[in-house]
């Protein structure tokens, strides 16, 4: 058996739920995330998202949540291979790879903005005009 040899597919799914299980142990932001997708998810449900809306939303909760984890990766990388000393490189790599995930989450925001600003401008609309 070499190093490269395939484990099967249930063999790749219990690794990454281990992976997961890790993040959300180890890594406060990404348990802060999970909530704020939960109640996300909720709010789009009692806004009735159509179908697309509902889709835009859990890409932008997964594209958020898959940097968070890309970051987590870096810093445990880099921490490993460094043995957490003090390196200039190591902390530009560090602050980067939080940058994307600012930039993921940024971008996420404005999405969910465009989306729910316009879903609770309509309710605000139907509750003005239905008295």
Known sequence: MTKF?????LKSIEYANKGLR?????????????????LV????????????????????IGFVMAAE????????????????????LVGMAKDMSA???LIATFTSVIIGAILFLNHLYDLIIQGIFWF
């Not at 890790?22 to 939960?38: D, L």
């Open 5 to 9: 040899k395939s484990s099967g597919y």
């Open 22 to 38: 890790i993040a959300i142990k180890s890594q406060r932001n990404f348990r802060c995330h999970i909530v704020i997708a939960v």
């Open 41 to 60: 998810l909720l709010a789009a449900t009692f806004l009735n998202f159509d179908r697309i809306e509902m889709c835009i939303v859990i890409f932008a």
């Open 69 to 88: 984890l890309f970051n987590s990766v870096i810093e445990f990388a880099l921490d490993a291979l460094y043995r957490n000393k003090k390196n200039t």
């Open 99 to 101: 940058g994307a995930v």
